[in-house]
């Protein structure tokens, strides 16, 4: 109880005295982290994995669109109760999946994402985006959010891969991953294009996009204020975005889109378009039948590939490999990264004067108590 004259009378009170500073630590390639100060007790913590690679497209005779690379798993956490000393944790930050190559007899998945760690705790490489081989048309790979399937022709629309990214991992705050998205197979009613479209990677805060002209990728995870300070790429504070599928035209111009799906906002690569045959082409179409690579520190899937079918006339840019002919490469996964904000240093427990206290609360230096 407050006595007279700034004392205290009967029960004691010891008070926690915040620094009202907080220390943070953003780690783009592997590390340790230390606590910056002796007495932090709260951690706000973001781990992200790298994101899977787009699918490959192969061309003829399994012509279609491959599915976007799904994001990096996300583990995210306010307030994550830190005990000093608890000693120094070790960090791994896991490298994007490589899109693949989509040359014509070895088109196929991209390669998943690799694991990022902080501690014990583990956030689960993306999944692969399906793609096309010589035998079939292919299913999105399991990841931390899975990637997109291939959408093939002949209505072959093939699913997307699950998340194995889930709060059984043992972290006490929250696992961020999705479902691919299953891929487009054949036409779309009331759609100028009868494109066959790779399903969108998972993302952060959302599925894949499904079934759809343009399957985007799924959508990252905001950081908001927690953050505001480390954000590496430019997505306004977003990690996580999915992969957009690959499109692919059985027509030729000018029915034929040259819009590329967009990468899930979080870092994702946007999907490829490509066609049957440009013959009056209204963009470079060497720039366009690539997924694009996801941006590096985000976690973002890959964009899917896309076949292009150059008619013998066509005057148009190939590319300087000429890989326009047989089919196009998905884009590479973004790789992750591990970000740790200390809070709530405890500088000065103890007894305090009652008056002491009454206005370091008033100022806002006293985080907890009592």
Same mark, same amino acid.
Not at 126 to 139: E, I, M, Q, R
């Given at each position: 109880m407050a006595g007279q004259s700034g004392g205290l009378i009967g029960t004691q009170v010891t008070l926690v005295k915040s620094s009202g500073g907080n220390n943070e630590s953003k780690f783009t390639s592997p590390g340790t982290w230390s606590p910056?100060? @002796? !007495?932090?007790?709260?951690?706000? =913590? $973001?781990? $992200?994995a790298g994101g899977g690679g787009g699918g490959g497209s192969i061309g003829a005779p399994k012509n279609g669109g491959s599915g976007g690379g799904g994001a990096g798993g996300v583990l995210f956490i306010e307030n994550f109760p830190y005990t000093p000393p608890s000693g120094n944790k070790s960090v791994t930050i896991g490298g994007g999946g490589a899109g693949n190559a989509g040359a014509s007899a070895s088109g196929g998945n991209g390669v998943n994402g690799s694991n990022s760690v902080w501690g014990c705790y583990t956030a689960i490489g +993306?999944?692969?985006?399906?793609? /096309? &081989?010589? @035998?079939?048309?292919? #299913?999105g790979s399991d990841g931390g959010s899975g990637g997109g399937g291939m959408g093939g022709g002949g209505n072959n629309a093939k699913c997307g891969g699950d998340s194995t990214q889930s709060?059984?991992?043992?972290?006490?705050?929250?696992?961020? /991953? &999705?479902?691919?998205?299953? !891929?487009?197979?054949?036409? =779309? @009613?009331?759609?100028?294009?009868?494109?066959?479209?790779?399903?969108? +990677?998972? +993302? #952060?805060?959302? $599925?894949?996009?499904?079934? @759809?002209? &343009?399957?985007?990728?799924?959508?990252?995870l905001p950081l908001g204020d927690v953050f505001p300070a480390s954000a590496p790429f430019g997505d306004s504070n977003v990690v996580g975005g999915g992969g957009g599928g690959g499109q692919y035209s059985p027509g030729i111009a000018p029915s034929i889109p040259t819009t590329r799906p967009a990468g899930g906002v979080g870092g994702g690569g946007d999907g490829a378009v490509g066609s049957q045959g440009y013959p009056s082409a209204p963009v470079p179409i060497a720039n366009l039948a690539k997924g694009s690579n996801a941006d590096g520190n985000t976690g973002g899937g890959g964009g899917g590939g896309a076949k292009i079918t150059f008619m013998a006339c066509t005057p148009y840019d190939r590319g300087a490999d000429n890989s326009g002919v047989d089919g196009r490469a998905g884009g590479n996964g973004g790789s992750g990264i591990v970000l740790v904000k200390e809070k709530n240093h405890l500088i000065a427990p103890g007894m305090w004067n009652i008056n002491e206290v009454y206005e370091k609360v008033k100022e806002g230096d006293w985080s907890n108590s009592f």
């Open positions: 910056c100060a @002796s !007495g932090t007790t709260l951690l706000d =913590v $973001v781990i $992200v +993306g999944g692969g985006g399906g793609g /096309a &081989n010589p @035998s079939d048309f292919l #299913a709060d059984a991992s043992g972290f006490p705050g929250s696992a961020k /991953a &999705n479902d691919g998205g299953t !891929g487009n197979g054949g036409p =779309v @009613s009331g759609t100028p294009c009868a494109c066959r479209t790779g399903g969108g +990677g998972g +993302g #952060a805060s959302a $599925v894949g996009p499904s079934g @759809s002209q &343009n399957n985007a990728g799924g959508a990252g």
